[in-house]
């Protein structure tokens, strides 16, 4: 059974520039939710989607938007890039449950603002 | 608001010893909580969960215990191997797919 599978794995972007990642979750996850780590604030919640819906969203500015394809397959967009955006964005994807099912997290996209 | 914490940025445990991992929250709504392990240039990888209606969950050498009068939880790691060096996030949630993780314990077990 394949994983999660992130998109792409390593980018580098200027200030001002927007980015867009893509995930693909497990085959048969419906719920695929978007996390940002940097250094000395672990992982931050961004947003959950479930078909196609946005059900969760964390405590980041608008500049940060997801979607959700009807094939589960969700993307996240960073729009007007800052220097702070620097980080490691992880994709994570969750099978059937009441919310406490485990998450299957992908390797991440490591995005570099300079 | 940091609403899970884990206040040890770093650990060092001799090799074959108990690692102890420690985590607080504050949100009483939240139901379920879990133990994810992650190796640099990967993703977190689950290593075990404890709903609240529990107080101890074991699986082989990791047992999560869990004290909700004290909103603490801990991961025990019995006996440490070089192996398990790597970054510990501890991570709740009330139930609604959002889940909440700390800032990370990094372990390092010495052979």
């Known amino acids: 059974k394949a994983g999660v599978t992130q998109t792409p794995r390593y980018l580098i972007k200027t200030r001002g520039q927007q980015v867009t990642l893509s995930c693909s979750p497990i085959s048969g996850h419906r719920s695929v939710s978007w996390y940002q780590q940097t250094p000395g604030q672990g992982l931050q919640f961004l947003f959950e989607?479930?078909?196609?819906?946005?059900?969760n969203k964390g405590n980041f500015p608008g500049r940060f938007s997801g979607r959700q394809f009807s094939n589960s397959r969700s993307e996240m967009n960073v729009s007007t890039l800052e220097l702070g955006d620097s980080a490691l964005y992880l994709c994570?994807?969750?099978?059937?449950?009441?919310?406490?099912?485990?998450?299957?997290f992908g390797e991440g996209s490591r995005l570099t603002v300079l | 608001d940091q609403q899970v914490k884990q206040n040890s940025p770093s650990l060092s445990v001799q090799e074959g010893r108990i690692s102890i991992l420690n985590c607080d929250y504050t949100?009483?709504?939240?139901?379920?909580f879990l133990w994810y392990k992650k190796y640099p240039a990967e993703g977190p990888t689950f290593l075990i969960s404890?709903?609240?209606?529990?107080d101890k969950n074991e699986d082989g050498r990791f047992t999560v215990f869990l004290n909700k009068s004290a909103k603490h939880l801990s991961l025990h790691i019995v006996p440490s191997q070089p192996g398990d060096s790597a970054v510990y996030f501890c991570a709740a949630t009330p139930g609604t797919y959002k889940y909440i993780f700390g800032t990370g314990t990094r372990l390092k077990v010495l052979a």
């Open positions: 994570a994807s969750s099978g059937p449950g009441r919310g406490t099912g485990e998450l299957f």
């Open positions: 404890i709903s609240s209606i529990k």
């Open positions: 949100n009483s709504m939240f139901d379920y």
């Open positions: 989607y479930f078909s196609e819906t946005q059900r």
